[in-house]
Structure formats: structure tokens, C-alpha cells
């Protein structure tokens, strides 16, 4: 069916308008996560279930948004996930203990899950595959810059007014484009046209896998990597995915139809937007932590400092999506990876005595390089099936997104802590009052983690007590040196993910 150009980009600001909400409601939680345990009267550890209580919801109903989109079209269970999404914010708000609150951000998690495949569906109906980078490159805008302005917004919320507002402030968003969606979008049911069974069996399995994975990815350090607790999830995760795997063949109707993975473009992609997700999404959360704890500034900065970074997203994703008719999405790809590791070799130089310059130019390359990569790898991986398996590919790229996520930040948080123990027991063996490190230093780093290092150093600390300002000198520059390595190590891993895109079979989409 042919649309009009109007329509089209109406829907696509639809699109981008609650893509937006979901992601900018991802990153402002984050802020306001030490606001909304003192009001509670909780813990960290237990309010940081605020977090994980979505993040499982949300991977685990991706999945069934196959079947939902093959059964009931677009139209209905895009108004119903919108509903869920902006009534479970309210809730959010208005919450008054923690176990309501992770409630209700377990329901904000189901209606988020199928809002990025629904609209990952929906731009490939309307759009022709020729079109489909040009709306891509729009949508990422919605995608890549609400993180930014989360962090900026979520600050400034949480210190002047209150977190409560970070939930309401979705309703507005929302509103709007659930009143679009139902004006202006046409109806796509059609009764008895999908006869298939939903794969209960499939997705029990595959929830089981998915969800204690994203428990021992959210609480492996809180819980420590090798207790009972953690390898029992990892048990229960292998159990589920392993079981998923050997029933689904013998499904009539399938929650995955792995024959997908036979389109080899489609293999391609998935592989690098796991290595793109674990790399740059599991280091893009240390950035703001990084400029908080490391460089001492408030959330409220450090989302000014991130967003130029949004801005150059702005800017040079509709550019990626305009170019990558003439090049492909091959060689947008490479640049993209290039430039995002090159912005980590810059930022795994920085040091205490760094200029706001030096952190804000890193920003900006990794913002073009975000660019470059977010349309070219979403419009690769839907072109590259045919459309019986858009459904697949919709809810496929944004789910292998999801986990990889998880195992980057699991994987840099765990380097992390393991560096600043062998950077903190070497500073502590060498600094002195006499050392340049000393003499150069301009500020004191928070942070304690002298319960992990070496007890004889701790009690020649305690025995000394003039030597305490000297570790927690220390300590700073172990920081650095620490978050210097986990940037230096991502740095490396994103140039892996060009190198899988030298595999891609470059196909200029013809009109």
C-alpha cells in the first residue's frame, strides 16, 4: 500500500515522540535513584530493584510482540502498551513504599518492551525499504538524545523539585501520542488472518533464561560474582535458555522462527549490534558516573557535559540515513564503530587535571560516531529479511540490544572494581608527599574500597593517620587509572565490531 508523504512522517513523529519518553524515563530513573531511596527510608541495595525490576520486565515481553504484531496488527497493541506505559508513570509517582514502586515499574517495563518493536514494525509497513534509512536517521534523534537529556533533566528534577516528577512528566508525552496514534493511524486488524497458537511453553523458557540473566548481570557485584545466590541464577538462566533452544523446533508456531538467522545480512547485524550494545551502551553508563565520582561534578552538569554528545547524534544520524542509500550501511557502519572507539581512546586519556574541553571533545566524536551507527544498523537488519519476518527482526534486534547491555555493564563494572583495587595497592605503595602525582593533584576523590585491599597497607594507614589524606589521593588517581582501562579495553572492543562489519554483504537499496 502507498502512503503520503505527510502521513509518513506524521507517524514517524509519533514514533520518535514515545520511543523518546521510554528511553528519556530509562536514563532520568538513574538520577533520581539516591533521592528516592532517602525518601523511602531504604537501602541502595534494595531500591536499586526500582532498576531491575524493568529492565527483566522489559527484555522479557519483547519477545511475544512477534506474536501480538502476526495476531493483532500494530494500531491496538501500540495504544494498549502506551496506555499501560503512561497509567503504571502515574502509579510511579504516586508511590509511597518501594514495593509498590517496583510493582508498578515492573508494569511500566511490559508496556515499554513493545513500544521499540511495534515501532520498529510500524516504519518498516509505512516506509519502503529505500526510505527506511531516511526515518531511521530521524528516529535514532528520539532514541540517542533522550539518555542526554535524562541525565540533564533528571538532575535538575530531583534537586529543585522532586523525583515523583520524573514518572509524571511522562504523562504529558505520552498523552499526545496516544491520541495521534488513535486519530491518525489507520487500522491494521484484520480478524482470523493469523490462525498460529501462542508459544506459552517457548516463552516460559525463555523468561526463565532471560530473566535470571538480567539478575546476575544487575546484581553479580551487589551479591558478590561467586556466591550461592548468583550461580544459582546462572544455573537457572542456563537451564532456560538451553531448553528454550531444544524445544522451539518441535513448536508448530514458534516464539522465535530461527530460520531468520538463514538471511546472512541479518546474522551479520545481530552480532554486531550485540558487540555495538555491549560495548558502547555498557560503557556510555560509566560516562555520567565517571564525571560524577571521578571529576566531581552534579548530575545536573554532567548532563550539560553529555549533551553535546546528544546534539552531534542530532545532527549526523539524519546524515547516516540520507547517505546510506548512496554508500550502504557497510561502510556508514566502520565509520560509526571507528569513531565511537576513538572517542574511548581519547576519553582513556584523561586525568584529574583535564580541562572541561578535553571531556566535552570525546563527547562530541562519540556522538557522530553514535550517528553513524544507529540508522545504518536498524535499516540493515530490517532490509535484510523479507517482510513476513519483520516481526522477527523487529523485536529480535532490540532484545539481542538488551542483553548485550547487560553483560557490557556487567563486564566494565566488574573490570572496574578489579583495577581500582590494583591501581589503588600501587598508588598506595609509591605516593608520597615528594611524588609528582602528589604535587599535581587538584582535588580529593570520593570513594572507599579499602576493605579489598591489601591489610597490611590498611594498617600502616591506620597507624599513620598523617597518611590518610595521601590515600585518599591515592584513590583518586586509582579511579582514573581504573576508568582510564575500562575506556581503553571498550575502545578496543567497538573496532572488534568494524571488523564483523567487513563481512556484511554491502546492498544499495534500490527504489
Given at each position: 500500500m502507498e502512503y503520503t508523504k505527510s502521513y509518513k512522517y506524521l507517524i514517524l513523529a509519533l514514533i520518535v515522540s514515545f520511543y523518546f519518553m521510554v528511553m528519556l524515563d530509562m536514563?532520568?530513573?538513574t538520577i533520581a535513584i539516591p533521592r528516592i531511596m532517602s525518601s523511602l527510608g531504604e537501602n541502595l541495595t534494595n531500591t536499586n530493584w526500582?532498576?531491575?525490576?524493568?529492565?527483566?520486565?522489559?527484555?522479557?515481553?519483547?519477545?511475544?510482540?512477534?506474536?501480538?504484531?502476526?495476531?493483532?496488527?500494530?494500531?491496538?497493541?501500540?495504544?494498549?502498551?502506551?496506555?499501560?506505559?503512561?497509567?503504571?508513570?502515574?502509579?510511579?509517582?504516586?508511590?509511597?513504599s518501594l514495593n509498590e514502586l517496583i510493582f508498578f515499574r515492573i508494569l511500566q517495563g511490559i508496556g515499554g518492551a513493545g513500544i521499540m518493536p511495534l515501532g520498529l514494525a510500524l516504519m518498516s509497513k509505512i516506509?519502503?525499504?529505500?526510505?527506511?534509512?531516511?526515518?531511521?536517521?530521524i528516529w535514532a534523534i528520539g532514541s540517542m538524545v533522550a539518555p542526554a537529556v535524562g541525565l540533564t533533566l533528571g538532575g535538575f528534577i530531583t534537586e529543585y523539585i522532586t523525583w515523583r516528577w520524573i514518572f509524571f512528566?511522562?504523562?504529558?508525552?505520552?498523552?499526545?501520542?496516544?491520541?495521534?496514534?488513535?486519530?491518525?493511524?489507520?487500522?491494521?486488524?484484520?480478524?482470523n488472518t493469523y490462525s498460529g497458537k501462542f508459544d506459552?511453553?517457548?516463552?516460559?523458557?525463555?523468561s526463565i533464561g532471560i530473566g535470571f540473566l538480567m539478575v546476575v548481570f544487575n546484581e553479580g557485584e551487589i551479591k558478590e560474582w561467586n556466591s550461592a545466590f548468583i550461580h544459582i541464577s546462572e544455573l537457572m538462566s542456563a537451564i532456560g535458555?538451553?531448553?528454550?533452544?531444544?524445544?522451539?523446533?518441535?513448536?508448530k508456531h514458534p516464539l522465535i522462527n530461527f530460520n531468520i538467522f538463514?538471511?546472512?545480512?541479518?546474522?551479520?547485524?545481530t552480532l554486531i549490534n550485540g558487540v555495538r550494545a555491549m560495548a558502547l551502551f555498557g560503557i556510555m553508563l560509566f560516562v555520567p558516573v565517571y564525571l560524577q565520582n571521578v571529576m566531581s561534578y552534579t548530575p545536573f552538569n554532567a548532563g550539560l557535559i553529555i549533551m553535546p554528545q546528544a546534539i552531534a547524534v542530532a545532527i549526523f544520524a539524519p546524515i547516516a540515513g540520507r547517505l546510506s542509500n548512496k554508500t550502504g550501511n557497510k561502510i556508514l557502519i566502520i565509520i560509526g564503530m571507528a569513531l565511537s572507539a576513538i572517542s574511548f581512546l581519547m576519553y582513556s586519556n584523561l586525568s584529574l587535571q583535564s580541562n572541561l574541553a578535553a571531556i566535552i571533545l570525546p563527547e562530541i566524536v562519540r556522538g557522530i560516531g553514535f550517528g553513524f551507527l544507529y540508522a545504518p544498523i536498524m535499516t540493515e537488519g530490517l532490509n535484510a529479511v523479507p517482510d513476513s519476518f519483520i516481526p522477527e527482526a523487529s523485536s529480535l534486534l532490540p532484545v539481542t540490544m538488551r542483553i548485550f547491555a547487560g553483560v557490557g555493564v556487567a563486564l566494565f563494572d566488574n573490570l572496574l572494581v578489579i583495577k581500582q583495587v590494583f591501581y589503588?595497592?600501587?598508588?598506595?605503595?609509591?605516593?608520597?608527599y615528594n611524588n609528582h602525582l602528589f604535587i599535581e593533584f587538584m582535588g580529593e576523590i570520593k570513594g572507599n574500597i579499602l576493605d579489598k585491599i591489601n591489610p597490611g597497607i590498611i594498617s600502616h594507614l591506620r597507624e599513620n593517620p598523617s597518611l590518610i589524606m595521601i590515600d585518599r589521593i591515592a584513590q583518586g588517581f586509582a579511579n582514573v587509572a581504573a576508568y582510564d582501562y575500562i575506556f581503553l579495553f571498550g575502545g578496543i572492543m567497538t573496532l572488534l565490531g568494524a571488523v564483523f562489519a567487513l563481512a556484511l554483504k554491502n546492498k544499495l537499496t534500490k527504489k
Open positions: 536514563s532520568i530513573v526500582i532498576m531491575i525490576a524493568y529492565t527483566i520486565s522489559s527484555a522479557i515481553f519483547i519477545m511475544p510482540m512477534i506474536y501480538v504484531i502476526k495476531k493483532f496488527g500494530l494500531k491496538i497493541p501500540l495504544i494498549i502498551c502506551i496506555i499501560i506505559f503512561v497509567l503504571s508513570s502515574i502509579l510511579c509517582g504516586l508511590s509511597f516506509f519502503k525499504p529505500h526510505e527506511r534509512a531516511k526515518a531511521m536517521g512528566i511522562n504523562i504529558p508525552i505520552g498523552i499526545i501520542s496516544l491520541i495521534g496514534i488513535i486519530i491518525i493511524l489507520e487500522d491494521d486488524y484484520v480478524k506459552f511453553i517457548g516463552f516460559i523458557l525463555f535458555f538451553i531448553s528454550f533452544l531444544a524445544v522451539e523446533p518441535f513448536i538463514k538471511f546472512f545480512n541479518f546474522s551479520v547485524i589503588l595497592n600501587k598508588y598506595a605503595d609509591t605516593l608520597t
